[in-house]
C-alpha cells in the first residue's frame, strides 16, 4: 500500500514538499499523472476509505447497543 507521502506527491500536494522550489517539478508531475487511471483510482480508494470508517463507526455502535441490552437485561 501506498503510504501519504507518495498518495500526496501523486495527488500534487505541495505541502509534502521539502523544497517549496521543486513545485515546478511537481506540477510535471501531476499533470503527467492526470493522462493515467491514477486520479479515477485515487477517487476510487478515498471513497472506500470513507465507507470503511463509517463501518467501523456502525461496527462501534452497534457493539455499545449491544452491551447496553446485555447489561439492562442481566439487571432484570
Not at 18 to 41: A, G
Request: proline share 1%.
Amino acid at each position: 500500500m501506498l503510504c501519504k507521502h507518495v498518495r500526496k506527491i501523486v495527488a500534487g500536494d505541495a505541502s509534502i514538499l521539502y523544497d517549496r522550489n521543486q513545485k515546478s517539478e511537481l506540477e510535471k508531475i501531476s499533470n503527467h499523472l492526470q493522462e493515467t487511471q491514477i486520479p479515477l483510482l485515487l477517487l476510487e480508494i478515498n471513497k472506500s476509505e470513507d465507507l470503511l470508517e463509517e463501518a467501523k463507526r456502525n461496527v462501534k455502535k452497534a457493539k455499545k447497543n449491544l452491551e447496553n441490552v446485555i447489561l439492562n437485561k442481566s439487571k432484570q
